[in-house]
């Protein structure tokens, strides 16, 4: 149950998206969940904790946060990958967590988010990368548009690159293709072998804009690394009331450039590049 400070930041990330439906993404049961990837299609999901503690008061504390996911894919070994809510200003305790996580309960990496406020390329926490790098572990760390009335500063997809550079044994995911800085995301991932980013959270922007996707995937495909750089994810179930999990998998399959981008001479998105996308990309940065 969500409650405090929390709570209110869930109502105000409905608020700002223009949502209607104020109590849907306070339903995140694992039997919707479930359910909602069987119609879909979609044989296993990424779940994440977040550490939100140092920004938003909450009535779980982060450990017992971690425990919670860690009991639904130990339930669900078969369906949900999990990544630990991890923020990394917490030191040591931050190493702790990172290898009780990963080493005890079986999460494949970490979920970081710098809307709480901090740039993460600070070299006080190179000691936690160098953990997640032994580890074998990744790192999803959230870039762009943040819930109000957090500092957009500190989502910079450029912000990652150091931490890229300095650990290149780490695969870093930007989460929402850095949105709004699509181009700047982009050309982190291009430049960097080890990164890669997801376009969860991108079923609104398709849905007022159709061409906005199609012009970031084919700015994606025309880099180096191309669509291998792209994975598919949803941020569920905050969008599920644009778009269900069925509907965002079958725009992807469906997604065609229209005419104007063909003109530009952008390179089309191939049956295989949708199958990278869906699935095959995450299973390799994944370890599946």
């Known amino acids: ?17 223009g949502l209607q439906d104020l109590e849907n993404i306070f339903d995140g049961s694992p039997e919707r969940l479930l359910a909602d990837m069987d119609e879909a299609g979609i044989d296993k999901s990424v779940i994440l904790a977040l550490d939100p503690e140092f920004t ?28 630990a809510g991890i923020d990394p200003r917490r030191g040591k305790a931050a190493i702790s967590e990172l290898d009780r996580c990963v080493e005890g309960m079986g999460f494949r990496g970490v979920k970081m988010w710098p809307v709480t406020g901090f740039y993460p390329d600070d070299e006080a926490f190179y000691p936690f990368y160098q ?39 780490i695969k870093i995911i930007m989460a929402h293709v850095g949105q709004p800085w699509v181009e ?37 495909k025309a880099t180096h690394g191309g669509v291998g750089k792209i994975l598919f994810g949803s941020d569920w ?40 996308i869906l699935g095959r990309n995450a299973a390799e940065v994944l370890g599946l």
Not at 1 to 17: C, I, P, Q, R, Y
Not at 59 to 83: K, S, W
Not at 192 to 219: E, R, T
């Open 56 to 83: 938003y008061g909450a009535e779980m504390t982060f450990p017992a946060y971690n425990d919670y996911v860690g009991g639904l894919i130990r339930e669900h070994r078969d369906r949900l990958i999990g990544l």
């Open 1 to 17: 149950m969500v409650t405090g400070d929390m709570e209110k930041m869930l109502h105000s990330v409905n608020a700002h998206f």
């Open 184 to 220: 700047e995301a982009v050309g982190v991932a291009y430049k960097n072998p080890n990164v890669y980013v997801d376009i969860s959270g991108w079923q609104l922007s398709f849905k007022k804009v159709p061409l906005a996707l199609a012009q970031c995937l084919a700015m994606a």
């Open 237 to 276: 179930p905050l969008f599920t009331e644009v778009m269900s999990q069925k509907e965002w998998v079958e725009t992807i399959r469906s997604l065609e450039h229209p005419p104007p981008l063909q003109l530009m001479g952008l390179p089309e998105v191939t049956e295989e590049d949708k199958d990278m």
């Open 131 to 169: 953990r997640v790098e032994q580890l074998g572990a990744v790192v999803l760390c959230h870039t762009g548009m943040g819930p109000p009335p957090t500092y957009l500063k500190f989502n910079r997809p450029v912000y990652l690159d150091k931490v890229a550079v300095d650990f290149p044994g």
